[in-house]
T-cell receptor, first 110, second 115 residues
Framework: QKEVEQNSGPLSVPEGAIASLNCTYS??????FFWYRQYSGKSPELIMS????GDKEDGRFTAQLNKASQYVSLLIRDSQPSDSATYLC??????????FGGGTRLMVKP | EAEVAQSPRYKITEKSQAVAFWCDPI?????LYWYRQILGQGPELLVQ????????DSQLPKDRFSAERLKGVDSTLKIQPAELGDSAMYLC?????????????FGPGTRLTVL
């Protein structure tokens, strides 16, 4: 079992729709969770961090964390073509390391 | 806006040659990371520095890879000799803290191609 699992996609949504990106992790001790956006050929860009169960909203982005289910998600409201990228989930594990999932490729179609 | 700097952006080399990558973290960030990202995968940590000390290099192939951060600021990652399987994006990141709240910020990366 991989430490961090993400559906590789592509996840295709129409412009203006809500994109829902999911991530499960195996390390129950993970306390911090980060979402990165990575455009093709570019480096990862931090877009959200979440530390407590529940929802955290930042503009069009909402991160959701459920530690009991070892599940974290990212919702993107009013999706735009510029949101088309790979989204990487990264829990901060017991070894004090970020462990990245393989990413979900999101395609927003005009 | 403060950014992590990396050079070169692209490097093409032949196998068995030596290559070196440089990273300058965001000013004031004590923690520096080197990651390797193979196409289609997430970044994998190679080495972590806290100031000038190595905190974790368990995933660094020490027979050919070396990393240093002599003055606790900028850092160099070296590969000698390069192998075909080393072709990847090499990413440097920095953070102001090494604890669970550490938000890591990445540089633009160095795309290495080994022929």
């Amino acid at each position: 079992q991989k430490e961090v699992e993400q559906n590789s996609g592509p996840l295709s949504v129409p412009e203006g729709a809500i994109a829902s990106l999911n991530c499960t992790y195996s390390d129950r001790v993970s306390q911090s969770f980060f979402w990165y956006r990575q455009y093709s050929g570019k480096s990862p860009e931090l877009i959200m961090s979440i530390y407590s169960n529940g929802d955290k909203e930042d503009g069009r982005f909402t991160a959701q964390l459920n530690k009991a289910s070892q599940y974290v998600s990212l919702l993107i409201r009013d999706s735009q073509p510029s949101d088309s990228a790979t989204y990487l989930c990264a829990p901060f594990n017991a070894g004090n390391m970020l462990t990245f999932g393989g990413g979900t490729r999101l395609m927003v179609k005009p | 806006e403060a950014e992590v700097a990396q050079s070169p952006r692209y490097k093409i080399t032949e196998k068995s040659q030596a290559v070196a990558f440089w990273c300058d973290p965001i000013s004031g960030h004590a923690t520096l990371y080197w990651y390797r990202q193979i196409l289609g995968q997430g970044p994998e940590l190679l080495v972590q520095f806290q100031d000038e000390s190595v905190v974790d290099d368990s995933q660094l192939p020490k027979d050919r890879f070396s990393a240093e951060r002599l003055k606790g600021v900028d850092s160099t990652l070296k590969i000698q000799p390069a192998e075909l399987g080393d072709s990847a994006m090499y990413l440097c990141a920095s953070s102001s803290t090494s604890g669970r709240y550490n938000e890591q910020f990445f540089g633009p990366g160095t795309r290495l191609t080994v022929l």
